[in-house]
């Protein structure tokens, strides 16, 4: 099961990294519209919450409790 948690993360990362160069290499040179912009914001944001949504179930699921992984009141 660890092994595949594992080999799950790395291939997220590395999907996150393509998806971040190349989304680099299509605006170079480019003039974003306010319009895009904010589509560009919107998606970045949605990413963002689901990926820290992974992170606290896997968290949450694993041994670790969230006072451990330094989630205190």
């Known amino acids: ?13 590395i999907i ?7 989304a680099i290499e299509k605006l170079k040179g ?3 519209s306010e319009e895009k912009r904010i589509q560009r914001y ?3 944001f ?3 919450v689901v990926s820290g949504g992974v992170v606290m179930l896997l ?3 694993g041994p ?4 451990e992984t330094g989630f205190r009141p």
């Open 1 to 13: 099961m660890d092994i595949i948690l594992l080999v799950g993360i790395i291939i997220y990362l």
């Open 16 to 22: 996150t990294a393509y998806t971040g160069y190349a």
């Open 30 to 32: 480019n003039e974003l």
């Open 42 to 44: 919107r998606f970045s």
């Open 46 to 48: 949605l990413w963002n």
């Open 59 to 61: 968290i949450v699921m």
């Open 64 to 67: 670790a409790t969230l006072e």
